[in-house]
T-cell receptor, first 118, second 107 residues
Framework: EVQLVESGGGLIQPGGSLRLSCAAS????????MSWVRQAPGKGLEWVSV???????YYADSVKGRFTISRDNSKNTLYLQMNSLRAEDTAVYYC????????????WGQGTLITVSS | DIQMTQSPSSLSASVGDRVTITCRAS??????LNWYQHKPGKAPKLLIY???SLQSGVPSRFSGSGSGTDFTLTISSLQPEDFAAYFC?????????FGGGTKVEIK
């Protein structure tokens, strides 16, 4: 059974850093495109970043230069390193797996809440 | 970026009702449109992919249609477990973009 479990959320001050983790089971993270998606309070969903199976990475303009997506194949875990955090980064962050060979997501985690506030 | 306009943002319906939700893309996305159900505190669930393909395990009362810029999710007979939020996702090109969501509430 495919499962994605995010962790690492919490309250962080503006300008701070945080690393989110997404532990995967039931499949191999490095064999799929994996993304982070976020939803700010009361707002719609926003795609944040993707890492392809080959290792290429892409980012939304809103986080480019501040966030880094990566994976640890030995731990079958996806990460999102978030630096220079801003109030507008406050959101529930989801990791999601793309269906093999496609971009759409077939599995999501339950999300982890990041609150950026002083 | 491709803008996705979803409507309505909310609706009230009764068990057994037929419900229709639409998503419109700002440019053609062929059939790269996907529908999800999202309940509070849970992982979003894929319902329909490729505009009209039913994800395995999803009840047949859910269906999708459309291509190009206009797409529809239909629930043929609303069940108690269907009261939730629904959103669309275009997977034609990056950045992937989402509709604003539709909250289906009990009338």
């Amino acid at each position: 059974e495919v499962q994605l479990v995010e962790s690492g959320g919490g309250l962080i001050q503006p300008g701070g850093s945080l690393r989110l983790s997404c532990a995967a089971s039931g499949f191999i993270v490095s064999s799929n495109y994996m993304s982070w998606v976020r939803q700010a309070p009361g707002k719609g969903l926003e795609w944040v970043s993707v890492i392809y199976s080959g290792g290429n990475t892409y980012y939304a303009d809103s986080v480019k230069g501040r966030f880094t997506i990566s994976r640890d194949n030995s731990k079958n875990t996806l990460y999102l390193q978030m630096n220079s955090l801003r109030a507008e980064d406050t959101a529930v962050y989801y990791c999601a797996r793309s269906y093999s060979g496609s971009y759409f997501f077939d599995y999501w985690g339950q999300g982890t809440l990041i609150t950026v506030s002083s | 970026d491709i803008q996705m306009t979803q409507s309505p943002s909310s609706l009230s319906a009764s068990v057994g009702d037929r419900v229709t939700i639409t998503c419109r893309a700002s440019q053609s996305i062929s059939s790269h449109l996907n529908w999800y159900q999202h309940k509070p505190g849970k992982a979003p669930k894929l319902l329909i992919y490729g505009a009209s393909s039913l994800q395995s395990g999803v009840p047949s009362r859910f269906s999708g249609s459309g291509s190009g810029t206009d797409f529809t999710l239909t629930i043929s007979s609303l069940q108690p477990e269907d009261f939730a939020a629904y959103f669309c996702l275009q997977s034609n090109s990056f950045p992937l973009t989402f509709g604003g969501g539709t909250k289906v509430e009990i009338k």
